[in-house]
């Protein structure tokens, strides 16, 4: 399979675009990306790099898309880019360390932050901002099958996110106070902080299958397990702490090789935040949800280097109750569900380049019928 190296840098993008607006998936969630490890031979490194752009506009109560939001003037937007450094080592055929660098820059202008949205609030349009250096992830991970004895493999991989991003960064907030008349340096939106201030483990799990020379499928599921419950930082109004949550994703696709270097791929692919954690408590302020997507992507492959582009667009999205309106729902009998504002599509290119190791060994897996050719 051809189409190989550039695998390794889709599976990088595949985790590394992990957010939907103020669902505040943190952007490049893995910490393994494995990957970017497929069939790295003893000794040999592969450098990456990924840009992610989306805005988030749209908000969803449930299911249900609150429209009047966007007709009105009042929704959320979110302009949140991404930019990613990654390095894979072999430390044999089968075993690899993977190490991600990640930084963010985030724009978030609103009305009800700033004075209130109309008829009762200033409908006074602001922005607030952050930038920086996101939480750093490294991991380990293992192929289960020997590299090129098979069609198809699968990794695990386990790493660590560190909780090297700010996750009290402040703007200036305005028309603030009881008379609305003040300018206040307070703590930004929990969406754009560019960490989350708990150290996560993340299990991960990805496969291949080959077909044929010019066809193969690929699978990725992920999840990251954020023991800390809250970060100690209070939000905006002061009524909770952030909560440092959980984290999911799971993705499928198809690669073709059109002609010569350049390939296509279709995948779909579900990610987001649980309103419950699965180790440790789920109190806190977040916002949690779920996006399903459909990914179109080209790619191109030339010796050791990949450049891969992908464009997911959003089919469903879902603002689920969080564990704090479960609560409230509990103790006062009627239904509480926040709402979250999503994107339409996310934008994804990245680059890969991998150099030394076994400079003689190929980077290909061998298809079904080269199988049946050792076997017979």
């Not at 669902?23 to 490049?28: L, P, S, Y």
Request: hydrophobic fraction near 35%; proline fraction near 5%; glycine fraction near 12%.
């Amino acid at each position: 399979m051809k189409f190989l190296p550039l695998l390794a840098l889709t599976f990088l993008l595949s985790h590394s675009a992990y957010s939907q607006g103020c669902v505040a998936i943190r952007g490049n969630s893995s910490p393994n990306t494995p990957g970017s490890a497929l069939n790295l031979t003893k000794g040999e490194w592969n450098t990456q790099m990924g840009f992610r752009y989306f805005e988030s506009f749209r908000h969803f109560r449930g299911s249900e898309e609150e429209a009047n939001r966007v007709e009105e003037g009042t929704q959320v937007i979110n302009n949140s880019y991404f930019l990613d450094f990654a390095i894979s080592y072999g430390i044999t055929d089968r075993f690899f360390a993977n190490a991600i660098l990640p930084f963010v820059k985030h724009d978030r202008s609103s009305m009800y932050e700033h004075g209130g949205n109309p008829p009762n609030g200033l409908g006074d349009r602001h922005s607030t901002s952050s930038a920086g250096l996101a939480d750093v992830r490294i991991g380990l991970g293992y192929w289960l099958f020997e590299p090129g004895k098979h069609p198809f493999n699968y990794s695990v991989g386990l790493g660590v996110k560190l909780p090297t991003g700010k996750y009290d960064y402040t703007d200036v907030f305005y028309n603030q106070g009881p008379d609305k008349d003040e300018n206040l340096e307070l703590v930004v939106d929990q969406s754009i902080q560019p960490g989350d201030g708990g150290t996560g483990l993340a299990l991960d799990i990805q496969g291949i299958h080959s077909f044929s020379p010019q066809f193969g499928l690929t699978a990725d599921l992920y999840y990251l397990f954020n023991v800390k419950e809250t970060n100690g930082v209070l939000t905006r109004n002061g009524n909770s702490e952030f909560s440092c949550p959980d984290q999911f994703a799971a993705r499928l696709g198809s690669y073709y090789s059109l002609i010569s270097g350049i390939n296509a791929y279709l995948g779909g692919r579900v990610e987001g935040v649980p309103s419950d954690d699965i180790i440790g408590g789920s109190a806190g302020y977040r916002r949690p949800g779920f996006a399903v997507s459909v990914e179109p992507g080209i790619g191109y492959t030339k010796n050791k280097f990949s450049l891969f582009v992908s464009v997911p667009v959003a089919v469903y999205r879902n603002r689920v109750q969080s564990y704090s309106d479960k609560q409230s729902t509990l103790e006062t009998g009627v239904f509480k569900q926040g709402d979250a504002a999503f994107a339409d599509y996310l934008i994804n290119v990245g680059a890969s380049y991998r150099f030394g190791g076994k400079q003689d060994m190929a980077h290909e897996m061998p298809v079904f019928e080269d199988v049946e050719k050792v076997t017979n």
